[in-house]
């Protein structure tokens, strides 16, 4: 798929402000700078579609971008650390909750992880919470051209033996790298397939 139109359309803290749920939906979260607006500028083949920061917390509200009129890609605020305060925090954590739950049209939430790092608890228990839920997510491990590829197999296994010390099967996956466009096109035929299906739906 090719991705030839997206335009930001609005920005807020209420799920129940977001665009009419007519069209299928696509958002993306993760710990805080591990590359979520980068991700999906690459994606959109927008150099500034998504606004970036090096420092943590830069998307603040739940951002929603129309692609190619015939889908949405929703970008949410980081979980973990920011340079605010707890309580705004906590503001974050709530309305986009409330979003992940009630929003109808979301087919796949993208967990941005950092590749490099160990699992962090806080991403894990964020799995967990998806499970329960049943909010249907996807891992995006980020940051891949920071790894020789010898590192991104144990790093990769690693993560895979961790977790499946407690859960029966690993999820579903994408190695990127909004840098060398790694998994971008494996993204985007996992977005069209979906996208077909929608429309039967």
């Known amino acids: 798929m090719e991705i030839t139109k997206a335009n930001f359309l609005c920005s807020n803290t209420d799920w129940k402000k977001c665009p009419k749920p007519n069209l299928p939906e696509y958002a993306f979260i993760g710990r805080s700078n591990v590359g979520k607006s ?3 500028n690459t994606l959109t083949n927008h150099k500034k579609l998504a606004k970036t920061s090096g420092k943590p917390g830069k998307t603040q509200l739940i951002n929603h971008f129309i692609i190619n009129d015939s889908f949405y890609l929703a970008d949410l605020p980081g979980y973990g650390y920011a340079k605010v305060s707890k309580k705004l925090r906590e503001e ?11 929003r109808t049209n979301l087919i796949c939430l993208f967990l941005l992880i ?21 909010i249907p997510f996807t891992i995006c491990f980020t940051k891949s ?3 020789k590829k010898a590192e991104i ?39 069209k397939e979906y996208n077909l299906a929608f429309k039967s739906w």
């Open 145 to 147: 051209d920071k790894l």
């Open 38 to 40: 980068s991700l999906i």
């Open 114 to 134: 950092d590749l490099r790092v160990k699992p962090q608890k806080i991403d894990t228990e964020f799995m967990e919470y998806c499970a329960t839920k049943e």
């Open 92 to 102: 974050f954590q709530k309305f986009t909750l409330n979003y992940l739950e009630k």
């Open 153 to 191: 197999s144990t790093n990769l296994e690693n993560y895979k033996s961790y977790l499946l010390k407690e859960w029966e099967s690993f999820p579903n996956y994408f190695t990127t790298s909004s840098v060398n466009k790694l998994g971008i096109d494996e993204i985007l035929s996992f977005i």
